[in-house]
T-cell receptor, first 113, second 114 residues
Framework: QQQVKQSPQSLIVQKGGISIINCAYE??????FPWYQQFPGKGPALLIA?????SEKKEGRFTISFNKSAKQFSLHIMDSQPGDSATYFC????????????FGTGTSLTVIP | NAGVMQNPRHLVRRRGQEARLRCSPMKGHSHVYWYRQLPEEGLKFMVY????????ESGMPKERFSAEFPKEGPSILRIQQVVRGDSAAYFCASSPLFRKETQYFGPGTRLLVL
């Protein structure tokens, strides 16, 4: 059973546009939701994370929106740049156990000049 | 300020051989996690270790796979008698004691089984 579902699988955005990636989770006990950015041949790098006690978190051009009742969260990349072209993974975990992350299947983002 | 280190970065093995993947966590981190990433897929949890202890190995295949994190030295993921289906990228992550949810990933080891 896929604990975290991510969409779309791939996304093409014009430079300066907004990229939006969506995730939905199953387990209401999850309490930490990070987003990771991965470039080809590299390991995932933590981008931004949110806890369910807030509905939005912004860091620079990256914003997470969180909807607890719908069990959904999304990543918004404002003013998308070609350098943002990468694969993005959402994840969820139970922070008090310190155990595994459940990852989405990834979104390949391409920002065209 | 070295991050999580993994070696080798690339490993080629023939079917039936053993693969040993090493992971050195970030300085001050006491938790290590191993994940496997198949092509075009997300990361799948394998095992979570602290020094000298396996905390959660619910994602490990029941046979041929083992992991350790000794008191001294790196964490080791060992795959015995490799098969073609073991070809994947294996990532290690580490986290500090009091921020276990903050996992930092290494660059990965890409295993190719011929």
């Amino acid at each position: 059973q896929q604990q975290v579902k991510q969409s779309p699988q791939s996304l093409i955005v014009q430079k300066g546009g907004i990229s939006i990636i969506n995730c939905a989770y199953e387990n209401t006990a999850f309490d930490y939701f990070p987003w990771y950015q991965q470039f080809p041949g590299k390991g995932p790098a933590l981008l931004i994370a949110i806890r369910p006690d807030v509905s939005e978190k912004k860091e620079g051009r990256f914003t997470i929106s969180f909807n607890k009742s719908a069990k959904q969260f999304s990543l918004h990349i404002m003013d998308s740049q070609p350098g943002d072209s990468a694969t993005y993974f959402c994840a969820a975990t139970l922070s008090y156990t310190g155990n595994q992350f459940y990852f989405g299947t990834g979104t390949s983002l391409t920002v065209i000049p | 300020n070295a991050g999580v280190m993994q070696n080798p970065r690339h490993l080629v093995r023939r079917r039936g051989q053993e693969a040993r993947l090493r992971c050195s966590p970030m300085k001050g981190h006491s938790h290590v996690y191993w994940y496997r990433q198949l092509p075009e897929e997300g990361l799948k949890f394998m095992v979570y270790l602290q020094k000298e202890n396996i905390i959660d190995e619910s994602g490990m295949p029941k046979e041929r796979f083992s992991a350790e994190f000794p008191k001294e030295g790196p964490s080791i993921l060992r795959i015995q008698q490799v098969v073609r289906g073991d070809s994947a990228a294996y990532f290690c992550a580490s986290s500090p004691l009091f921020r276990k949810e903050t996992q930092y990933f290494g660059p990965g080891t890409r295993l190719l089984v011929l």
